[in-house]
Every structure is written in C-alpha cells, then in structure tokens.
C-alpha cells in the first residue's frame, strides 16, 4: 500500500484527501538532495518501523514494528560519522538530533527509508512520517500529518508500506508545447511549488 504526499499539501489516504507538510524548500530528487537543504525528497520510501514516545500516547495500532522512544534517544545528522542517519543513543560525540523532544512532534514518527540501505553521506538523514506543527508548518524534509491521520495510515499499513512525494509541476512536453504556441485545453493552473535543483542554495 503506498499513500502519497503531493508537494502542494495534498496527501491521499484510504481514498480520501487530506492536508499535509513538506519541506521548507519544497521538492527535490533524490538524488539531489542533500544534508540540512530543508527539502523532502521525491520518491517511493517504504516505512521501516513506527517510534511513539510511551509518556504521551499508546503503542498505534499497526501490522508495522513498533518501538518505544526513549529519553536517550537520538539519530545522527554527521554526514562524516560512522552511524550518519542511524540511530544513536545520547548523548553521542557527533552531531544528531534528539527524538525525546519538548513539544508534539515526535510524539508518533515513521521512519521511511530514505538513503539508509546503506547511508552515503550528505544525502539527507530521518527523513521522518511524524506530527505536524499548528498551522502545518513547513518541515526539514520529513513528511508530517494530523495525529488522527497518522493514526488511521497506520491501522491500515501492512509490511511494505509506503510513503510516495510527487510533484504537482505539469509534464516538462507540457511546457514545450506553450512555448511553441500551443497549449492544451484546459490547463490546469501551475501551484507555487519550490523545488531545488542540482547546486541550488537555500534562502
């Protein structure tokens, strides 16, 4: 089962449309993402396992493997480090980021596996299913969701599930066939979607 993140904040699930959070610099193809550029990566990611902090909210209900946060839980962002985009127990010499946080976040995270088997470095790391901000704040790559959405994604996941982000720009013929004078009837509007490309830098 694949449920899809469209890069205008649409997100397909069981059949019905609702609102998700993508990077704060849009889309980008995998292959030219990069540690820290803000950017969710365009792909299929299959979800490896669900984390849940145990203090605030029961283990899901998911054919998924499940496993409980811990205080001293981490996941590494040192693109020169042995266990880049790995788990890491805190605290730990190399940069990382703590997944036992202060506010909702990563109450309920999916662990997609993006550029894990195995990490290359500065490829992007925790490229993350999880809880979004008021107001669906852009993220920093991961995808994010209203807890009840995640709840419902979950009880319907079975092993090999996964999390598909596309972009919504129009077919690159489409945009030849305007420049030649002749655009297709009825084209839909282009949505205002950043998306990086190869030696792009954040703003």
């Known amino acids: 089962m694949i449920f899809t993140a469209h890069a205008d904040g649409r997100f397909d699930l069981a059949g019905r449309t609702t609102r998700c959070a993508l990077g704060r610099s849009g889309v980008i193809a995998a292959a ?24 605030r909210i029961a283990p899901p209900q998911t054919r998924l493997p499940v496993h409980p946060i811990a205080p001293d839980d981490g996941w590494c962002d ?19 980021e703590q997944l036992w946080r202060e506010d909702h976040v990563y109450d309920l995270v999916g662990v997609l596996a993006h550029n894990d088997d195995p990490p290359v470095p500065l490829m992007g790391s925790a490229i993350f299913l999880h809880l979004a901000r008021p107001g669906f704040e852009p993220t920093e790559g991961c995808v994010a969701l209203q807890v009840w959405d995640i709840l419902q994604l979950l009880a319907l996941a ?5 999390i598909s982000i596309v972009d ?17 009837a009825a084209r839909p509007p282009r949505p205002d979607v950043r998306v990086l490309g190869p030696g792009s830098e954040e703003g």
């Open 158 to 162: 079975e092993p090999g599930a996964a």
């Open 78 to 96: 040192a693109p020169g480090d042995p266990n880049y985009n790995r788990p890491v127990k805190l605290p730990y010499p190399a940069s990382c």
């Open 168 to 184: 919504v720009n129009p077919h690159p013929i489409l945009e030849s066939v305007t420049a030649l004078g002749e655009a297709p």
């Open 32 to 55: 030219d993402k990069r540690e820290g550029d803000g950017a969710s990566p365009l792909g299929v990611w299959p979800i490896r396992r669900i984390l849940y902090r145990p203090d």
